[in-house]
């Protein structure tokens, strides 16, 4: 796994770039390869405890739930089907009370009409 | 199949579920770049803990057309790497437990020496090149992926590492001649 970083194919550590500016660049490239390998002991990946993994993300999945986000309303084109249905209803409601108020209100119009129409002074024909 | 990274990512910007696939993925590459960055199991995983409970927290403003999401939790665990160190002052302390990774036999006592030697060296190096190392060598970043998690271009970062392993063979030697 490890093999393709070992020196001369360390990226980065090319052995043109060694040679540069030694005496045997093929010298310094096995110190370097040597260094590596001597680091890799040290170095390596390590797995966190499955006790760990679990309590870590349970304890996410809790905070990600509490601080969720609400639900966006970007758009009047992507709006819930809830708030439609709500807002037509409420258009309907309205409808039908302003027509029965306007109802109410020609009745009581009417009425005062035809009474003080009886109350008019009598003209002599 | 498993759904694309940024798919996911984008998914776990308001779903909690898509955010656990995201820490099951990447949750042993945090844990180890902070066990070798810190030397100790628990200061490991409280480290980790607080990686993950930062991305979760501003998972709404990473936008994944930047930076790899790997690259992004990287940052974030190097910047609170460098404050744990600043607080703690132990910047140069890599203690790493004597906790072998699961499935290995006990090392002996000269693997041991050669272990705390590589340790000490390694130690010495200044932090920047520590992570350097981390990234390189734990991660197996390549030099691009490494110059996006260190703000370097991709030459600084090769001109560092060669620096660097020149930096630790000096040390090694020196230990080697302290302590023959």
């Keep these: 796994m490890y093999i393709h970083s070992i020196s001369p194919s360390i990226e980065g550590i090319s052995r043109d770039e060694d040679a540069a500016g030694w005496p045997d660049g093929r010298v310094e490239d096995a110190e370097i390869g040597k260094t590596v390998r001597r680091l890799r002991t040290v170095l390596r990946p390590v797995e966190p405890s499955p006790i760990f993994r679990q309590e870590l993300r349970l ?67 | 199949m498993s759904e694309p990274e940024y798919i996911l990512v984008e998914r776990a910007k308001a779903d909690p579920e898509a955010f656990g696939v995201l820490y099951e993925r990447h949750l042993t590459r945090v844990y180890s770049y902070m066990y070798n960055r810190t030397g100790s199991v628990p200061d490991a995983e409280d480290l980790t803990e607080k990686v993950f409970f930062q991305a979760l927290t501003h998972m709404r403003s990473y936008d994944s057309r930047g930076i790899p999401f790997s690259v992004w939790l990287l940052r974030i665990a190097h910047n609170l790497v460098a404050n744990w160190h600043r607080d703690n002052s132990r910047r140069r302390t890599i203690r790493l437990d004597d906790v072998e990774p699961a499935g290995e036999d006990p090392p002996d006592v000269e693997r041991q020496e050669e272990r705390a030697t590589v340790r000490k060296a390694l130690a010495n190096l200044p932090s920047d090149r520590q992570h350097l190392l981390v990234l390189k060598f734990v991660e197996e970043l390549s030099n691009s992926e490494i110059g996006q998690v260190m703000g370097r271009s991709e030459g600084a970062v090769k001109a560092l590492l060669h620096r660097t392993l020149i930096s630790l063979r000096k040390g090694l030697a020196v230990n080697e001649n302290v302590h023959p």
């Design chain 1, 59 to 125: 304890r996410l999945a809790l905070a990600g739930r509490r601080d969720r986000p609400p639900v966006q309303v970007a758009s009047s084109g992507e709006l819930p089907r809830e708030v439609l249905v709500g807002a037509a209803l409420l258009s309907v409601a309205g409808a039908l009370v302003y027509l029965w108020r306007t109802r109410v209100s020609h009745a009581g119009a009417g009425g005062s009409v035809l009474a003080k129409s009886s109350n008019l002074p009598v003209t002599a024909a």
